[in-house]
């Protein structure tokens, strides 16, 4: 048997719910994550401008803004181009190509990655994702998701 | 002139009752005589809070919450403001200091067992405002923006993604975006101005509010009841005023002399996404976790682990139940806490030689 108080209390109790989550909808959304930009498919330097691809004629790799804005390492290995995400598969630094040692290092918990992009040494778990790089007409690099 | 002074003065109280106000929680209020040392601890932390406050606001008025504008908001406070280098000093420092009294403080009342019944909710409230310290500091450390800060909240904001399945996701959403960015940067400034200092005066309030109610304990082996009782002021305010001007010494020795502690070389570059300096270390009380991190081999079962300690202290009341609060009669607590705290050292130091 409820009484007509305890159907009270309810009824504020149900109104004031709704209320809430009715402003919770729109608190949620407003704190949704943003996408980054994404679609463009060349090596691009901090300021947003293209790398040009005889850089690698002159330094052993070059690290710039990729496809979705992923930090993206190009080295060049036995004369071949190789392109992977810079960023290590552990906590998130970005890895530096030693040429002397044909391996990525990261700088951060020392992890190491083999010219695959393999994980050889330290922490991180999984390999470095790679994409296929090619030099376009206008001597930029391009990228394409997908393995080389 | 005098009598018309006490005259709006009587009227004001007789309204307002302030000098009841003030009986009650000063003159009047007796503690037990024999507080040591380590009772001071609190006072300590309310005025590690009020600095923030003040130097806060005052760091509030120049700096701008802005990826390409926040490196140089900063270098303009600490180069072009008068006195802006010691206000961002001062900031900097206590935050440092902040941390080290919390840990006198909770390492204090675990030797003592003040965390025992009846003041479970203190020790409750005190895990969480130490949870609110440490994240309010984290917040901080991304606002300057500087290689630093970038790389730090990196690291420090990938660890969430461990967690299996959502963590990929939690780590998007904490950052606003997938990686560390004006969107993050926003987040924080955010929380650390404003949610998280509010968040942390409400539970200030509500762990004070308890210590009143269940009185303050007396040293472990001594009898509240029996103990000799002193009022609060002057008493103890007397002792709480020594402590001050000690930390206040040691705050302005750091500040003047030591700045490069609280900023090293990486936090003097603006960050730069594309580039991860060598040898990046978190602040010395993150250097533990950090260390422990990298030891355990997965790094989901470190986070896991790190969780149950945090779970385990929250909840040590109701694990620790006896009345007994002397260390030397339960060895086996005091030998636990200090194995913790050697442990806790030894991760630290490796961490930062590693
Ligand atoms: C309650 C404890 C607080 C702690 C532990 C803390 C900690 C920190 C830390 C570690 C930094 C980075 C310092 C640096 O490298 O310069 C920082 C920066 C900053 N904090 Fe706080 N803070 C606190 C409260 C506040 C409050 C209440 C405000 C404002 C209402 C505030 C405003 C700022 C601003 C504007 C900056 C950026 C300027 C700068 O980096 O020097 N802080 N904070
Ligand atoms: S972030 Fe690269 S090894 Fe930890």
Known sequence: MTTRRGFLQRLVGVFAGLTGLSFLGPVVAYLAPKKEKGGRKIL?????SPVKA???NKEPSVVGFGINGEPTIVIKYEGEL???????THLGCLVKWKPAKAEFFCPCHAGRFDANGVN????PPEPLPRYRVYVTGDNLLGLEEGKA | MKGLILGVWRWVDERTQISRVVRATLTEYMVPANLNFWYTMGSLLIACFVIQIVTGILLLIYYVPETSKAFESVKFITSAVPFGWLIRRLHAMTANLFVLVLFLHMLSTLYMGSYKKPREIQWMTGVILFGLVLTEALSGYLLPWSQLS?????????????????GDMLVVWVRGTPKVSQFTLGRFFAMHVSLIPFTILMFIAIHLLFMRLTGISAPPGTDKSKVAKVPFFPHMVS????SLFIFLAALTLLVFFFPQFAFP???????NPLQTPAH???EWYFLANYQALKLVPNEFLGILLQLVVGVILFFLPFLDRSPERRPLKRPVFTTLVTLGLLAYIALAVWGHYS
């Open chain 2, 280 to 282: 990046i270390k978190p």
């Open chain 1, 82 to 88: 190789r392109a992977f995400s810079a960023v290590c």
């Open chain 2, 265 to 271: 070389p990486d936090a003097l570059e603006p960050a």
């Open chain 1, 44 to 48: 691009l330097d901090p300021n947003g």
């Open chain 2, 239 to 242: 002792e709480d005023l020594t």
């Open chain 1, 54 to 56: 005889d850089i690698l």
């Open chain 1, 120 to 123: 050889i040494a330290g922490p």
């Open chain 2, 150 to 166: 970038y790389w730090a909240t990196t690291v420090a904001t990938n660890a969430i993604g461990s967690i299996p399945k959502i």
